[in-house]
């Protein structure tokens, strides 16, 4: 039962949620601007108010099934122990959040998985998760670049859940989705040092002085 809870999870997380909400205004995001498929990108191109759906519909992607297993856990009594429920709702986290990075309606390609992230830790570690969310808005505003708010986060995110007194599969899996995320933003990394990164201030000065 398990396994499969995990695997509906992972199909819902695999749900190209900028994608879809592009193509119906006749833009395949994966060809435009940086190609990635997330909220970021999908401002950028399309404006604020899809940008703003893209990432409710990519936390939502963890939210729902999370909430779904824990709830029917609990329903229908399927174990008194707590740390199985634990277990159960954290792998179900962790399903969505790989299929948003691994989608297999995208053979196997994805987005860069923050906001699913931060959608896993809404319901696992939810004070955690409000740091977190503070901590990259500071970064962005500060810094300029949405890609080293992400990173900043996600590699905080494992001590945050450690200091708050996760349990060990909290721990692991903030571990495990920090160092994926930092993977999928290779590309920006490099960029960064070779100062060809995305400047939100700068991108925002160019869309306001365009005819």
């Not at 990394?189 to 002085?209: A, V």
Request: proline share 3%; glycine share 12%; aromatic share 12%.
């Amino acid at each position: 039962m398990l396994f499969l809870f995990v695997a509906i999870s992972y199909l819902i997380g695999s749900i190209p949620t900028g994608l879809l909400l592009s193509r119906a205004t006749g833009v395949d995001i994966r060809k435009s601007g940086s190609g990635n498929i997330g909220a970021t990108n999908v401002t950028r191109l399309l404006g604020k108010k899809l940008g703003v759906f893209t990432l409710v519909g990519d936390v939502l992607k963890a939210v729902v099934p999370m909430l779904a297993v824990h709830w029917y856990y609990v329903r229908f009594g399927i174990t008194a122990e707590p740390q199985d429920l634990d277990l159960a709702v954290s792998l179900c986290g962790g399903g969505a959040f790989l299929g948003h990075m691994y989608s297999v309606y995208l053979k196997f390609r994805g987005g860069k998985g923050v906001a699913t992230a931060l959608g896993v830790f809404l319901v696992l570690e939810p004070i955690a998760a409000l740091i977190s969310l503070l901590l990259f808005v500071g970064v962005v505003y500060f810094s300029g670049y949405v890609a080293v708010g992400s990173l900043v986060v996600s590699a905080m995110m494992t001590l945050w859940v450690w200091l708050l007194k996760g349990s060990p599969n909290h721990v692991f899996l903030a571990f495990f989705i920090g160092v994926l995320i930092w993977l999928k933003h290779a590309d920006n990394i490099r960029r960064l040092f070779e100062g060809t990164e995305t400047n939100w201030r700068e991108w925002k000065k160019k869309k306001e002085q365009a005819p």
